[in-house]
């Protein structure tokens, strides 16, 4: 329900992904033919909790394996594994593993 999925977006394996998510380009504003963009990257055991954006402006975004990115986030940059990120822009707040 409502979820958008870029076509440059290679998802892993056991990722979780809850109605509301958009994986795309932080600059729509721009032609895709000017665009940095490169692709977003989900490894595996991610959970993308409902509504959370995951959007790239240049080169590929990655959320490492195990991440979580929660509920309405804006996630804007890369991750580190089993890091959890929430807020508007998201940022990190604690490990999955503490």
Do not use: M, Q
Not at 16 to 40: C, H, M, N, Q, W
Not at 42 to 70: F, N, Q, T
Request: aromatic letters at 6%; glycine letters at 14%.
């Amino acid at each position: 329900f409502g979820t958008v999925v870029h076509s440059k977006t290679r998802i892993g394996n056991r990722v979780k992904l809850y109605p509301g998510v958009t994986l795309g380009r932080a600059d729509i504003y721009r032609p895709a033919a000017e665009s940095k963009f490169e692709g977003i990257v989900i490894e595996d055991d991610v959970i993308l909790s409902p509504g959370c954006k995951v959007l790239c402006k240049a080169g590929v975004l990655r959320v490492g394996r195990g991440s979580v990115i929660g509920a309405n986030a804006v996630l804007l940059e890369s991750t580190g594994e089993n890091e959890i990120w929430v807020g508007n822009p998201a940022r990190c707040v604690g490990r999955r593993d503490d």
